[in-house]
């Protein structure tokens, strides 16, 4: 059997967004991003653990800088506005950086909201 059409756009997507080659994120965080996600959802608490590298004090202050915007995704999206963006930029991400974590907070939000 064939796959539904939205899935193989959907499966590509999260390819891009997670694998692919074509974002500014390391392969690490865009990992930490969807596990701190699915954390905060009903899915699963097994992530909240920071590994040693998240640990490491640039990507820490990246991580709770993050954590702190993808609370606000997870209750009110609509309410990210410039303050949070300028938050994000005092840690060192890169609007691209910043573009691209959203996406993927985005991206596994609405996930864990069909799962939920």
Not at 45 to 56: A, G, Q, R, S, V
Request: hydrophobic share 45%.
């Amino acid at each position: 059997s064939s796959m539904p059409p939205y899935q193989a756009t959907l499966l590509l997507t999260e390819y891009q967004l997670m694998i692919g080659e074509t974002g500014p994120l390391t392969g690490h965080l865009r990992n930490h991003l969807a596990s701190l996600v699915l954390s905060q959802s009903a899915i699963s608490e097994k992530f909240k653990i920071f590994d040693n590298e998240t640990k490491n004090l640039k990507n820490f202050e990246k991580c709770i800088a993050l954590q702190r915007v993808n609370k606000i995704m997870a209750d009110k999206p609509w309410a990210i506005n410039k303050c949070h963006i300028e938050q994000l930029r005092l840690v060192n991400l890169s609007l691209s950086e910043i573009v691209h974590a959203l996406l993927i907070m985005a991206h596994f939000h609405s996930l864990a909201g069909i799962f939920v």
